[in-house]
Every structure is written in structure tokens, then in C-alpha cells.
């Protein structure tokens, strides 16, 4: 068979070089490739945080901008609905001031008259409305007292021009072409004579075909024949008891809209815009004239007359412009909500329907500002990055040269503290008594310091507790076998007599000496069976209560021997059933009845009692008027060969009987505590689990 060679040990190295070797190989590179690792991830993460900040920022700023539009949508339709209530109010009075015959004065009659066109007209400024009847009709003395019937609506009039600085003026226009307007203003200059009023938008948009419902309804923007330029209108019809007698209106300008309705602070560059029912922009602010491509009409030239409808052109209608048609499709379809629009930059767009006329406002704010906060954090953190990479470089230039001195501190640092736990373990080693651990520089050799100290300290509480053992079965060996030995001599000594009387009595202590020893014996062999887990369970729902007897029956005679009063205090109620081992539980019972009945003093008691409050245990206690436990003592009640100070007294025992009942408490799933004070007695309590439905 062929040996196998094997490559010779290399030589030792100083400590000094092997931390150095240690240092680049375990620490080092991989840091230095950690390192990297972290600014690489760090200019990942940068990357990731922009876009989930660009994101969040434009969900968020997207939210914000949609319920924007619903917010200021609410607030123009309240202003618009008092207007449309005022309307209501201005054309209710009309049609009561058409129907009520009216006693005007010869003065008020004066400041009227005939154009050389045949237009009857208001001739001076009274502080009053301006009148224009435009002649379309024949003006008689039946037309004039429409005239003089609606001088009664100046007050009214005026009042509601007063109370909201978005109406501009107010009118009443009848059938036959009777215009009465407030505030005053030269009608002659401005409209043209034999003016047929109802073919105007803000006259038939009123009449049945158009408004069924005969309330208040609002125009889309137009040129105001009136000189005020672009305008929408609050129109009302009044009606005789025939016909259409007249429409009312109130006129709101689209520059009014745009400095009062429009001024919406909003995020970054953002903009409002007012739209009409068929998708006409009917206000927009000078901020979106560039992205949209237009230009706001606001005033008008009035060179000549406006002698028909003039509506704005095409390419302020939304609806019908190619670059708008995906927005224009959500918009006709959906009351409010959001969209991304491609105008002269990326742009988000949010609108919703304005109650009462139906139009849309559309708020516009461009992506880029809305991400300015985004790229503000972004170009930081490029920053930071690079600033990080000079900082990195030149740390680890200085990180070498500290290495290297310090890998020599570190040698001389460390050799001797192992020196030093050497020495300890050589102490260890020849069972001397271990010094407490000098404090070390490094935490990992002061925790070896300590463990060895701890360790030495265990070895000691282990040569006691053999000491402790070897005292303690000395002296309960010593007992029984004494006894033993003693009557047997005795009978030995009357030979040929019969086994009767003080003979027979020593024939059973005989007995009872060989069965303590039996019973030591197996104690002894129970814990080191606990020791090393070595059990076999058998757990089953059982009765309580019988065990219970049985064991008070068993500890009966001792108890009788010793003057203690035995005695089971059973619950009116039936004991539930509980779950263990019996063959556990009785020996747990026996070991708690006898530490019970041998500390106890003649004429005490012990009783055994239930505690039934918990839904989960039965509480089994054992209260005795013994000795106690002195209160430095009750932290060892449990620890195996400790007789609590009974070492060399009469009360017998090997100090494991406790032991042995706490440790099968546990691998039986019950708990075992106690309470105790000095010269009072003791009680044990046993918490064994209860039998729950389903459960073995």
C-alpha cells in the first residue's frame, strides 16, 4: 500500500507578522471590498430612492392636485350658485314689475327719448340703469310703459351688483328687443340700432327649447354686445302668462374669472382653467397661454357693433383639439379626474365638474416641477457620493500605517493575557483554587477569563457536593446498617428462641433499616435517571383525588409516629380531572407529604389542600407548622444533597428527595414552588394542568 506523503508543518511566525497576514486577509481586503461594495449599493440605493421619491412625490402630488380641483370646484360652484340665486331673485322681481302698472313722473320721462334711428334711450346718466329699445319693434306708448314699469328694478339692481365683485353689470331684455342695463353706459356708441335681441345666445339659451326646466342657466363665453368684451352669463327667463316675456341675466367677465376665480395658489407651475359644457376654454390665466397655444381673449376692439353670437374659435375648444384628445376623452366621460398630457412639456392634469353649469375646472402643473424636490435630493446624494470616494481613499492611505503599528501594540497585547490564562488553567489543572480574573483590554479573553473562573468555581461546588454526598450516605448508610447489625447480634444472641414480642420487633427494624436502604438506593438511581433523562412517560387524563388519599395514606404512619395531624381538605365541588403520569405524580406526592411530616414538630400539622381559581391548573398544596427555611437557605431547596443546615441532625434524608419532586414536576409538565418562613412551616404548591376537550 502506498504511503501517502503529506506536506511538512510550516514554520511558526511571530505574532506580530501573523496579526499583520491576519489583518489583510480576514480584515483588509474584504473591507476594502465591502467598501466598495457599499458605495456601489449606495449609488444603487440613490438611484432607487429617486425614482421611489419621483414616484411617491407624483402619486402624492397627484392626489393632492386632483383633490385640489374638487376643493376649488366646490368653492366656484357655491360663488356661482348665489349668483344664480341673485339671477332667480332679479328675475322674479322683473316678472312682478312687467305685470304692475307704474306712475312714473313727468321728470323721469323727460331723460328719455327718440335716435333719428327710432331707438328709444336712456339720454343722461342718472345713477341709474341705462335703457335701449332698439326699434326692431315699433316703440309705442305700450312699449314705453315697459319702460317705466321696470324703473322700480334700479335698486334691486344695484344691490346685487354691489353684493359679489365678480358681477360686472346686469340686464333685463325682453321679446320685442327692450334692453335695460346697469350699470349705466352710452347705448347709442355701442349697440346697434334695430338690434334683435332674441337671437342672441343670452337670450334664447333661456327660452323652453333650450332651458325646459325654466331655472337659471348659465351661457359659455361670448363677446358682450354690451362692451364689457368676453363674458359668460347668469341668465333667468321670465315668463307672462303666454309667452317668454323676457330674460334676465347677469354678466360675469372672463377677466373677472381669471383674476378672482383663477388665482389658485397650486404646487410648483401649476394653473387653472376654466371649460365650458362643450369643451370651450372659457378663462385662462396668462401662466398657460404658452403651454396651451393661445391667447386668452379677454377685451374686445368694438369697432363696429356686435350684431350676431361671437363665440371664441376653435383651437380654445379642447374637445376638438388633436393634442388633447386623451384627456378630452376622460373628461366628457368622468365628472373629475386625473391624466398625464404631453403639451409643451410632461404635465399632469386633474379637473372636476363644477356643479350647477356643468363646467370643468382642469388644474395643470408640470412633472418637473412637481419632481423638483426629487432632483433637488437626487443631485445631493451625487454629491455626498463623490465626497464619500475622496474621503475613502485617503482613509485607507492612513488605515495601512495605523495597521502596521498597531498589529505590533496588538501582539504585545495579547500574548500576555494568554500567558496569563495559562497559568490559570495550569492552577485549574492541579485543583488549586482559581483567583478572580484580572481585567483584560480585550472582551473576548476577559470572557475566557471569567468562564475559567466560573469553571474553577463549579469544579469546587462539585468536590463539595461530592463531599456533601459522600457525608450524607455515610450517615444514612451508617444508620440502617447499625440497626441491622445491632438486632441481628441480638437475635443471633437468643438463639433457639421463638421469633416473638421484643425479638419480633428486632426482625422488623431489620426490615425497615434494609428497605430505607433500598429506597435510598433507588432515590439515588432516580435523580441520575432525571440526570440524563432516561424516563418513560405515560400521560393520561386521571382523577386527582385518589392519588391524593393514597399518598396521605402512605405518609399515615410516619405522620402518626411523629404526633403531626394529617388531614385532606377536599372542595365541596368535584375535583376536575387533570393530565400526567400517575406513577409520577404519586411519587412527587410522597416526597412533598414526607419533607412535610419530618420537618414538622410533634403535635403539628399538615394539611393538603386545592386551589381551583385557575382555568388552566389545579393548584395541590401542602402546608405544614414545621421548622421553615431560614431565607438564605430557600434558594437551594431544590439543589440536590442539601439538608439546609440538617446535615448532622436527627432528621433523616440525603438531601435529594426535593430534587427528585422538582425535576418530575417539570417532565411531567407541572410546576412546584413553595413559601416558607422561619419557625412558621412551609406550604408547596403543585400546579398539575387540567384535562382540556380534545386533549389526551
Known amino acids: 500500500m502506498a504511503r501517502i506523503a503529506t506536506e511538512p508543518e510550516s514554520e511558526p511566525v511571530p505574532l506580530s507578522k501573523w496579526l499583520w497576514r491576519s489583518y489583510l486577509k480576514a480584515a483588509l481586503v474584504p473591507l476594502l471590498l465591502i467598501e466598495f461594495g457599499f458605495i456601489g449599493v449606495y449609488l444603487l440605493t440613490s438611484q432607487v430612492v429617486y425614482d421611489r421619491s419621483a414616484s411617491a412625490i407624483t402619486r402624492i402630488s397627484t392626489t393632492m392636485l386632483r383633490d385640489d380641483s374638487i376643493r376649488e370646484a366646490n368653492i366656484i360652484a357655491h360663488r356661482l350658485q348665489s349668483i344664480s340665486a341673485a339671477t332667480q331673485i332679479y328675475a322674479d322681481e322683473s316678472g312682478r314689475a312687467l305685470a304692475t302698472p307704474a306712475d312714473v313722473p313727468e321728470s323721469l320721462k323727460a331723460m328719455h327719448g327718440y335716435s333719428p334711428d327710432g331707438v328709444f334711450y336712456t339720454k343722461k346718466d342718472t345713477g341709474g340703469s341705462a335703457v335701449f329699445y332698439s326699434g326692431v319693434v315699433p316703440i309705442g306708448e305700450a312699449e314705453q310703459e315697459k319702460v317705466w314699469r321696470t324703473v322700480r328694478l334700479d335698486p334691486l339692481m344695484k344691490s346685487i351688483k354691489e353684493s359679489d365683485s365678480l358681477i360686472s353689470q ?44 325654466r331655472k337659471p342657466v348659465w351661457t359659455d363665453a361670448y363677446v358682450d354686445p354690451a362692451g364689457d368684451g368676453w ?10 302668462p303666454e309667452k317668454l316675456e323676457a330674460v334676465v341675466g347677469i354678466d360675469v367677465t372672463v377677466k373677472t374669472i381669471v383674476e378672482q376665480v383663477l388665482n389658485i395658489k397650486l404646487p410648483g407651475d401649476g394653473f387653472a382653467i376654466l371649460i365650458g359644457r362643450d369643451g370651450t376654454i372659457l378663462a385662462l390665466p396668462p401662466e398657460g397661454e404658452d403651454d396651451l397655444g393661445v391667447n386668452e381673449l379677454i377685451g374686445h376692439s368694438y369697432a363696429e357693433a356686435i350684431l350676431q353670437d361671437t363665440f371664441k374659435p376653435a383651437e380654445f375648444n379642447i374637445f376638438r383639439r388633436p393634442d388633447l384628445s386623451a384627456i378630452a376623452l376622460e373628461m366628457q366621460s368622468q365628472p373629475s379626474g386625473v391624466q398625464r398630457v404631453e403639451l409643451q412639456e410632461p404635465m399632469i ?3 372636476s365638474t363644477i356643479a350647477g353649469p356643468n363646467w370643468r375646472l382642469l388644474l395643470l402643473s408640470s412633472e418637473k416641477s412637481l419632481l423638483a424636490e426629487a432632483t433637488n435630493l437626487r443631485s445631493q446624494l451625487g454629491f455626498v457620493s463623490t465626497i464619500m470616494v475622496a474621503i475613502l481613499v485617503l482613509f485607507y492611505a492612513v488605515f495601512f500605517a495605523y495597521l502596521w503599528r498597531r498589529s505590533i501594540t496588538m501582539s504585545a497585547r495579547v500574548a500576555r493575557p494568554l500567558a496569563d490564562l495559562e497559568q490559570r488553567m495550569v492552577l485549574i489543572s492541579e485543583g488549586n483554587t482559581v483567583p478572580p480574573s484580572p481585567p483584560f483590554a480585550i472582551r473576548e479573553l476577559q470572557t475566557v477569563g471569567e468562564h475559567l473562573a466560573t469553571m474553577g468555581d463549579k469544579l469546587d461546588a462539585a468536590n463539595r457536593a461530592k463531599s456533601n454526598f459522600l457525608s450524607a450516605m455515610s450517615h444514612e448508610l451508617r444508620t440502617p446498617l447499625t440497626a441491622i447489625i445491632g438486632y441481628a447480634e441480638l437475635l443471633e444472641a437468643s438463639e433457639g428462641r421463638k421469633l416473638e414480642g421484643e425479638r419480633m420487633n428486632h426482625v422488623r427494624a431489620i426490615s425497615s433499616s434494609g428497605w430505607s436502604l433500598v429506597k435510598l438506593v433507588d432515590a439515588v438511581l432516580e435523580l441520575s435517571r432525571l440526570d440524563h433523562k432516561d424516563l418513560r412517560l405515560s400521560t393520561r387524563s386521571l382523577d386527582l383525588a385518589p392519588l391524593v388519599r393514597e399518598a396521605c395514606e402512605r405518609a399515615r404512619p410516619d405522620a402518626d409516629r411523629m404526633q403531626v395531624t394529617l388531614r385532606i381538605d377536599e372542595p365541596d365541588e368535584p375535583l376536575p380531572s387533570v393530565i400526567g403520569d400517575p406513577g409520577m405524580l404519586r411519587r412527587i406526592l410522597d416526597q412533598l407529604l414526607s419533607n412535610a411530616v419530618k420537618y414538622n414538630v410533634p403535635g403539628g400539622r399538615v394539611d393538603v389542600g386545592f386551589d381551583l381559581a385557575s382555568p388552566d391548573s389545579v393548584a395541590l398544596e401542602v402546608r405544614d407548622t414545621g421548622l421553615g427555611i431560614a431565607q438564605d437557605r430557600q434558594s437551594d431547596v431544590f439543589k440536590a444533597f442539601q439538608r439546609l443546615g440538617h446535615e448532622n441532625g436527627a432528621i433523616s434524608g440525603a438531601g435529594i428527595g426535593m430534587t427528585i419532586a422538582q425535576r418530575l414536576a417539570e417532565v411531567t409538565g407541572c410546576n412546584l414552588h413553595f413559601e416558607s418562613e422561619p419557625g412558621k412551616g412551609s406550604t408547596f404548591v403543585l400546579r398539575i394542568p387540567r384535562t382540556r376537550q380534545g386533549r389526551v
Not at 231 to 240: C, D, E, L
Open 349 to 351: 392634469a386633474a379637473w
Open 170 to 213: 346686469l340686464y333685463l331684455n325682453t321679446w320685442d328687443s327692450y334692453n335695460r342695463i346697469y350699470p349705466y353706459f352710452d347705448v347709442l356708441n355701442i349697440y346697434a340700432p334695430k338690434m334683435d335681441i332674441p337671437t342672441y345666445n343670452f337670450y334664447y339659451e333661456a327660452d323652453d327649447v333650450h332651458n325646459p326646466a
Open 231 to 240: 363674458m359668460v352669463s347668469s341668465i333667468a327667463p321670465v315668463h307672462g
